[in-house]
């Protein structure tokens, strides 16, 4: 699948403010961060920005951006639909409760819908790219888990990384390395699994000609690429691909496993553009089936 | 559950196509579709095939539908031009069309006033050829032809001389009752939509369809059994076929006895200048052996029992034997036997075997009996007729050889041993065929003089060597030395001759080259990096262009628009009067004539005019007889002018429906000046039923006959007797072995007394029997693409997006053993070139052959395309690594075409494969700039009929 | 609206048969210059006369090899939107552009509400969808809504532009959804199938499979006998002409 880089932007930048605020939201009334208002500012501007950057990232993606208002209205049947509603209910809890932090009898119930409905936003999202069968890639047991991982713990290390500044406990940053270790097991197992080719198809199986024999491609529509090549057939090499699953691995998982405990805002940096580089990839070796039907194996 | 959106979308259920709906003729092919174009605000809108058209009954292909950006092309030339720059550079300037012609008028007044010969007129694709070749006559040069021996001519020969019918254009299987169908070396054209829609019709009833060619593409795709043969075998196989009939007699002997030369005795005088011709009588009728008598008798006596085999010895002491004897002495010979052919061919012994038995079982098992009287030419009446149906089809694949004239005789005498000609169920001819064999006279050529036309038309059918174009030293007249000894029976000329020839002043120089819808310095020629040399050569010596004047005529910027001296530019058909003759090439169907007319849908948005309308007026100012009233006035205003109110012979003209004052006269009759009308009326075309009693048999349909001759189809209404013999190569071969008055230069006799045989022989094509085959270990072909016709197609907006660039395809198999994987850049080396190419492999191909899709390839700036579209950068012509010549053992260097007809030889070509190091195109030649008048095209097209492009 | 419409109403739809399609791409020119006009008009050609040229196509052509050596078939594919009974390319569209008819099962892009976000293409697993990235919106094979109810054109020609113009036969246009209808029967007769029918989005189009090549068994029964001297037979034949 071609890697658009709004939709990169978009769902690893609103992962992590998601995140953010998932965090904030749960454990501020818990009492389990810095109870300065300065912190919960800061944070939630923090995660409001990188939500708001990743949804007007993903706005330009859209061919006509003026209608995006449109988008709000099929949520009974659309994870995209879902993803805006719930985005734009969560800004109003995730707004509100840094404005009534200090006032805790309000402040604590915002704080969970916050949370709640951070998280919402996050499933919808992550559904939507594994709701999608013509994608084996995505259509793929690990790939909401991971997605939530992902945001939770790239949340979690941004936050721990604001609340280095507030001298706060140390425990966020643990916690995160361990959602990190979580999240990378599940990344390899999630390679593994794609990797063992599981779900993939052949140019026979799309066609329904498997019964002449081994069905290829003798020419296609189109000597030149098209929309569908484009934006489908975009396919890296397992070569590029392992390299940059190492990078994605290291950069992404392991520095921020090593770095968290000691400087948690080099570590959620380290982590956003690890996440980026994996978000990438998750485009990059994703398959659809419409390249069967121009002679290539998903 | 479900609530409407507030989005929902109010949707125009019945939109108006268009303000404006006309009928005419598509010409993205040679099939002649009938298309009704609709158009809104004066801009086309949609086209579709037209429902009522006999040709394409409403459908309508890629190409067809593809018109709109044929039309709109930003390659379209614009206003004539003049050349200011060196040839080839490309450099014009606009004129005016009066300087324009006066230039011409010039040029080519000073040709016929000293030597008309020096003007060679090529007409390439145009269809027009009853006007242009009658130009050429009035003018007085023998130089002239269309493009029928670069590409089909030893099929159209082979037919019209053997069944008076061919395939094509003058023939086509009886779709809605043959049983079976053996296709030969089609890819997917030739015709177009008529067999897509025929065998659409084939496979719902179950009728079983065989394909010979060595690619499985296109109807291939369809058939019931796919033979992948080696390329130019295919008359090897037929006559293993035949082998087989004869071996198990499953023949029709009786359909030979009454409707072929089966039973005419055949002189046998080893040595004697008779030798090999036919007895006749004193009047000159063939003669057969009348078993009741036991005498010789005209051999189209009704009611005799005529010998088939034997040796009979003439009232005269002659001995003489029926053909049908010489036929089966040869064919019973082991060596068509289908196990001495097998390996040849690729295809299994058991597999023509069974194929044999398959069509004979057909043809005589499974008879077609239509409750049809009718009466033959004997007078003999017949109650039913008896169809054999066994149908056939051939095209570019066998006649693209230099055996293809004796490969595609070979067909039709496998077809006449079944008795499966114009019976219900086989192959049928389409009016106005059949015509006698062969069709008309001889071809005209001596006697050009100054300021005098021919006596006859340039083009024609010799019938032995006194009708050879030869002055009387030998010398050939035809610039493309067609009929003489290197081809005598050349009957649609040698367009891919012309340049070399005239380039090497061999036989002589030419003065002007005026092509016409020829792209004859690309891939419409041989070996384009030498005509292109050619066309832009100097004489040392003089410091003149050794082709002095080159005129081009033509509706878009191809590559040869920068070697001519004078363009004139063409409309698009959609921009034209013309019309789609019997005198020409007809769309008639086996169920009666038919013909067609354009009309103008537009009109043309720039200084362009109809070329039809231009030979008029140059034949006016030119003071051509026919061209000027006595007074010296143009004798006709415009092409619809001469459409209408000419008459090459009396009562025949241009158009066969509503001749006559009254508009009621068929086929035959006074010219109508009201005709074009009745034809827009009748959406641009004429069709006339023949009563079911003359739908078969017709040559030798009484009925038919006598009908076709008053409506001018035929000259008289003899029975047309299929000719399994053809007693015109022979008198050629008497000539090689010392008779009569012309005979071939000594250096030839070899060559006409083996290729002139007039029972039909297979012998390899003539390039795998050249020295070091081994150098050349695979065949190379091209076939059509199904979405363009030649380089037309691939500047097309929406064609070109299907295919921008060619490959070279490869059979996987043989390219594993060669280390050679998909899209691997290789080399085509032939024996006088090579080109680079792109792999692609295939399982659906013949082990030994390469091929690729032809015309795609184009030069880079040409047709207003990109200087780095695909089309010059990957895309490549396989014309590159043919030569129009060919070296013999001897060293002397011949045409590369048939030695009969002069067809050039395109898939004779013989190459190797070897891996390149890099992907850059070679060859490769400079970008061509773009002409006066046209401009840089938009990168985004929305078409959108309502608002300008 | 991008709920799917209950079932009761019409399923129109194609039959494309891949035993005729020769191949020839006629169904997808013609579409392409039936769509210059109408719905989804105009179509974009980027690049269209220069390097890279590419544009809009509602039907593409492709071709294919299936089996190997002198087994190989070559079968030639057309593609285009299956109109389906359970579209995901309706149910993911956020804004309710991609919708289903519930009178007749087109499914169709309003291209005024489409915000052009492609989520709909990639819900396709068949590639119905090719997004216009001049207009923003997505676009589709309308199933020729501005031809089939056309009470301006004659009504013989109330079908698809592609079906009307097959040259081969290979396309045919009715209600998939009645058993007696002309394409129902063809398709229980020819056994036709859906593409990939696992990935459950029941598609309407079916596609007639190409018809299994007889097989020659090494001749097992004899050759058939040669005439013995076929020459004494000729001379005996009575014939009469």
């Known amino acids: 699948m071609h890697p658009a880089l709004s939709v990169i932007l978009f769902t690893t930048a609103s992962g992590a403010g998601y995140g953010m605020l998932f965090w904030l939201g749960l454990l501020a009334p818990l009492g389990l961060l810095p109870i300065a208002a300065g912190f919960g500012v800061t944070a939630s501007l923090l995660g409001l920005a990188l939500v708001t950057f990743g949804l007007m990232s993903s706005t330009l993606h859209l061919g006509h951006p003026e209608r995006a208002w449109r988008a709000m209205t099929q949520w009974r049947t659309s994870w995209l639909s879902r993803e805006g509603v719930a985005a734009l209910i969560a800004y109003m809890p995730a707004v509100l409760f840094p404005l009534l932090w200090l006032w805790q009898e309000a402040a604590g119930p915002l704080g969970f819908i916050s949370a709640a409905t951070a998280a919402a936003t996050v499933v919808c999202t992550g559904m939507i790219y594994a709701s999608l069968k013509p994608i084996r890639q995505w259509h793929n047991p690990y790939v909401l888990p991971i997605y939530l991982l992902a945001s939770l713990f790239s949340g979690g290390a941004c936050l721990a990384g604001v609340a280095t500044f507030w001298n706060a406990e140390p425990w966020l940053a643990d916690a995160s390395v361990v959602l990190a270790v979580v999240a990378l097991a599940a990344k390899v197992a999630y390679w593994r699994s794609i990797d063992s080719g599981v779900g993939a198809r052949t140019p026979a199986d799309a066609t329904g000609l498997g019964k002449l024999g081994t069905v290829r491609s003798l020419d296609p529509p189109n000597t030149e690429e098209n929309y569908l090549l484009r934006e489908m057939g975009y396919r890296i090499a397992r070569k590029h691909a392992g390299r940059l699953r190492v990078v994605a691995m290291l950069l992404g998982f392991v520095a921020p496993i090593v770095l968290l405990p000691f400087v948690p805002p080099v570590a959620a940096i380290a982590a956003l553009l690890g996440l980026l580089v994996e978000r990438w990839l998750f485009f990059a070796e994703a398959t659809h089936t419409i390249t069967l039907y121009y002679g290539r194996a998903t | ?949 | 609206m991008t709920a799917i419409p209950p079932p009761g109403g019409k399923k129109l739809g194609l039959v494309i048969d891949l035993d005729t399609c020769v191949g020839c791409h006629a169904c997808a020119v013609n579409c392409k210059e039936w769509n210059t006009s109408g719905h989804s008009a105009p179509l974009p050609d980027f690049d269209a006369y220069q390097a890279k040229p590419q544009g809009v196509w509602f039907n593409r052509v492709h071709s294919y090899e299936a089996g190997e050596g002198n087994d190989s078939r070559t079968v030639y594919f057309p593609r285009s939107c299956l109109h389906c009974e359970e579209p995901a390319c309706v149910t993911v569209c956020p804004t309710g552009a991609s919708y289903k008819r519930a009178e007749d099962g087109i499914v169709l892009v309003n291209p005024d509400t489409c915000i052009g976000c492609k989520l709909c293409s990639w819900a396709c697993p068949y590639g119905a969808r090719e997004f216009d990235e001049d207009a923003g919106v997505m676009k589709k094979c309308t199933l020729c809504i501005d031809r089939i109810y056309n009470t301006n054109i004659p009504e013989e020609d109330r079908v698809p532009a592609c079906v009307a113009t097959c040259p081969a036969q290979a396309r045919h246009f009715g209600d998939l959804g009645d058993p007696n209808s002309a394409v129902s029967r063809l398709v229980a007769e020819r056994e036709g199938y859906d593409l990939m029918p696992e990935l459950g989005y029941k598609p309407v189009n079916k596609y007639l499979p190409p018809r299994e090549r007889p097989r020659y068994a090494a001749p097992a029964e004899p050759a058939v006998e040669s005439v013995a001297n076929p020459f004494l037979r000729w001379i005996d034949r009575a014939l009469s002409r």
């Open chain 2, 1 to 949: 559950m479900t609530r409407p959106s507030a989005a929902a979308e109010v949707i125009d259920l019945s939109p108006v196509v268009g303000d404006e709906v006309k009928y005419t003729t598509c010409y993205m092919c040679a099939c002649r579709c009938g298309i009704k174009v609709h158009l809104k605000d004066g801009r086309l809108r949609y086209i579709e095939g037209n429902r009522n058209h006999p040709v394409n009954k409403g459908v309508l292909c890629g190409k067809g539908s593809a018109g709109i950006m044929q039309h709109y092309s930003p390659a379209r030339l614009h206003k004539p031009l003049l050349r200011v720059g060196e040839r080839g550079a490309g450099e014009f300037k606009e004129i005016e069309w009066d300087e324009a012609l006066n230039l011409a008028t010039e040029w080519l007044g000073n040709v016929r006033a000293t030597d008309p010969k020096r003007l060679a007129f090529f007409t390439g694709r145009d269809q027009s050829q009853s006007l242009t070749g009658w130009w050429a006559k009035q003018f007085g040069t023998p130089n002239f032809a269309a493009h029928g021996g670069f590409c089909s001519v030893n099929m159209a020969t082979a037919g019209l001389y053997s069944i008076g019918g061919s395939f094509w254009e003058f023939g086509e299987p009886d779709w809605d009752r043959t049983k079976y169908l053996l296709m030969f070396g089609v890819a997917e054209d030739h015709d177009s939509n008529p067999i897509k829609t025929g065998l659409a019709k084939l496979k719902a009833r179950g009728a079983k369809f065989v394909s010979l060619n060595p690619v499985q593409t296109g109807y291939s795709a369809l058939a019931d059994e796919f033979l992948a043969i080696r390329p130019g075998t295919d008359g090897l196989f037929v006559l293993a076929l035949v082998h087989e009939l004869l071996r198990t007699d499953r023949i029709d002997l009786e359909f030979l006895a009454s409707y072929s030369n089966a039973i005419w005795l055949v002189i046998n005088n080893p040595g004697g200048s008779d030798d090999g011709l036919f007895a006749r009588d004193a009047d000159g009728k063939p003669l057969a052996w009348d078993r009741t008598t036991e005498a010789p008798v005209d051999a189209s006596t009704p009611g005799i029992r005529p010998a088939v085999v034997g040796t009979l010895t003439l009232p005269d002491g002659r001995r003489a034997r029926p053909v049908f004897q010489l036929l089966a002495e040869r064919y019973l010979d082991g060596k068509y036997a289908p196990d001495a052919v097998a390996e040849r061919c690729g295809i299994p012994a058991a597999t023509i075997r069974r194929i044999a038995t398959e069509l004979a079982d057909v043809a005589f098992n499974q008879t077609i009996e239509i409750d049809q009287p009718w009466t033959d030419t004997s007078g003999r009446r017949h109650e039913k007729m008896i169809g054999r149906p066994v149908s056939m089809h051939a095209m570019r694949g066998i006649s693209a050889h230099s055996n293809g004239f004796q490969t595609c005789r070979s067909i039709h005498l496998l077809q006449m041993l079944l008795g499966a000609i114009d019976t219900p169920g086989s192959w049928r001819y389409k009016s106005p065929y059949p015509k006698p064999i062969p069709p008309a006279a001889g071809p005209v050529g001596k006697g050009s003089n100054p300021n005098t036309m021919l006596p006859g038309m340039a083009l024609g059918f010799p019938q032995g060597p006194q009708d050879l174009l030869l002055e009387d030293d030998g010398t050939p007249i035809r610039i493309d030395k067609a009929f003489t000894w290197d081809a005598p029976l050349a009957a649609h000329g040698m367009m891919h001759m012309v340049i070399a020839n005239a380039w090497a002043g061999d036989p002589y120089k030419i003065d002007t080259l005026f092509m016409y819808m020829a792209n004859m310095a690309w891939n419409s020629s041989m070996n384009p990096g030498e005509s292109m040399r050619m066309l832009a050569d100097k004489d040392p010596a003089t410091g003149e262009y050794r082709i002095p004047h080159v005129i081009y005529s033509d509706a878009y910027f191809s590559e040869t628009v920068p070697y001519a001296d004078l363009i004139l530019p063409d409309t698009t058909y959609l921009e034209r009067w013309d019309c789609i003759s019997m005198l020409d090439r007809p769309i008639g169907s086996p169920d009666g004539p038919a013909d067609a007319i354009r009309q103008p849908v537009l009109a043309p948005d720039r200084d362009v005019r109809p070329f039809q309308d231009i030979v008029l007026e140059l034949g006016a100012r030119l003071q051509l007889p026919g061209f000027v009233k006595d007074d010296g006035s143009p004798a006709y205003r415009d092409y619809p002018d001469y459409i209408a109110n000419h008459e090459r012979t009396p009562g025949i003209g241009p158009l066969g429906g509503w001749r006559g004052t009254d508009g009621t006269a068929v086929g035959k009759g006074a010219a109508n000046p009201d005709q074009l009308a009745r034809y827009v009326d009748n959406q641009c075309f004429w069709r006339h039923r023949l009563p079911d009693e003359q739908l078969y048999f017709k040559h030798a349909n009484a009925a038919y006959l006598r009908d076709a001759h008053a409506m001018g189809l035929v000259p008289n209404t003899n029975q047309i007797v299929l000719q399994l013999y053809v007693e015109p190569l022979q008198r050629f071969r008497l000539a090689a072995e010392g008779h009569g008055p012309v005979q071939p230069p000594d250096e030839k006799r070899a060559r006409v007394r083996r290729y002139f045989d007039p029972l039909p022989i297979w012998y390899a094509p003539v390039e795998d029997t050249a020295p070091e085959q081994a150098a050349w270990p695979l065949h190379a072909i091209t076939q059509r693409p199904s979405i363009m016709y030649h380089s037309w197609g691939s500047q097309n907006a929406w064609l070109r997006q299907i295919y921008d660039r060619n490959h070279l395809y490869m059979n996987r198999r043989t390219a594993t053993a060669l280390g050679i994987a998909e899209d691997d850049f290789v080399w085509v080396i032939s024996r006088t070139g090579r080109v680079k190419g792109q792999v692609r492999l295939m399982e659906g191909v013949n082990p030994d052959t390469v091929w690729t899709w032809n015309a795609i390839g184009k030069r880079a700036g040409a047709w207003n395309l990109g200087a780095d579209a695909p089309e010059s950068r990957d895309g490549f012509l396989l014309n590159h690594v043919i030569s129009e010549f060919r070296k013999e053992a001897d060293g002397m260097l011949q045409s590369n075409s048939d030695p009969i007809t002069g067809q050039a030889a395109w898939y004779d070509l013989r190459v190797r494969i070897e891996k390149a190091d890099t992907a850059v195109a070679d060859p490769r030649y400079s970008t061509l700039p773009r002409p006066p008048g046209l401009t840089a095209p938009p990168h985004l097209l929305r078409f959108n009929a309502s608002e300008p492009a």
